[in-house]
Structures are given as C-alpha cells and as structure tokens.
C-alpha cells in the first residue's frame, strides 16, 4: 500500500510561516524538523506567502475559496486552459489531415 502524502490545512500552512518569520535565530532545516514537515515543503510556502499580496497562502486544488468571485475566477480559469488545449488538438489534427 502506498504511503498518502500528508495533506496539511491552509492554518496549519500559515502558522508555519508565521512561526519560520518570529524565530530568524533558526535556520530553515531546524523550522522544518521543530514543525514535523519537509524543508522544501516549508520553503514553498515561504515563497507563496511572499508572492502572496496579504502575506498569507491561499490552497490550491481543495476547492476551500476565500469568496464565491475566487471560485468563479478559478472556474473561469480551468475552462480557459481546457479550451486552449482543446484548440491545439484541433490545430494539430487540422495539420495532419491537411497533408
């Protein structure tokens, strides 16, 4: 049986930012090991929280939006990169049958 990843909450996620920010004297291994997680997993959400405009990290792929506009924009996003590949199928097909 394979081992499941461990799926941590969007608190979790920001606690552990905020906790790597109030202990500096640390280095990223020790904040990792002290919060029972990977070190490029930590690393990741730093990045995230610093790209991020409010400092916090939004979850991806859970479906757990902020508002019903962030859903929708996520939707809308989905469908836009559906069609995009749906559109370069068709042109690559066009372009084999063409010949």
């Known amino acids: 049986m ?5 799926v941590f909450d969007n608190e979790f996620r920001n606690n552990a ?3 790597a920010q109030e202990h500096k004297d640390l280095s ?3 904040w990792a090991a002290n919060l029972g997680i990977g070190e490029s997993t ?3 959400w730093l990045r ?12 991806r792929g ?6 019903d506009e ?5 939707r809308l996003k989905r469908e836009l990169r559906d069609t ?16």
Do not use: C, H, W
């Open 2 to 6: 394979a081992n499941k990843k461990p």
């Open 17 to 19: 930012v905020r906790y």
């Open 28 to 30: 990223r291994k020790e």
């Open 42 to 44: 930590l690393a990741r």
């Open 48 to 59: 995230e929280a610093r790209q991020s405009s409010n400092g916090t990290i939004e979850m």
């Open 62 to 67: 859970t479906g757990n939006f902020e508002s």
């Open 70 to 74: 962030a859903k929708e924009v996520a």
């Open 84 to 99: 995009k590949d749906a559109l370069e199928i068709l042109k690559k097909a066009i372009g084999i049958l063409g010949d």
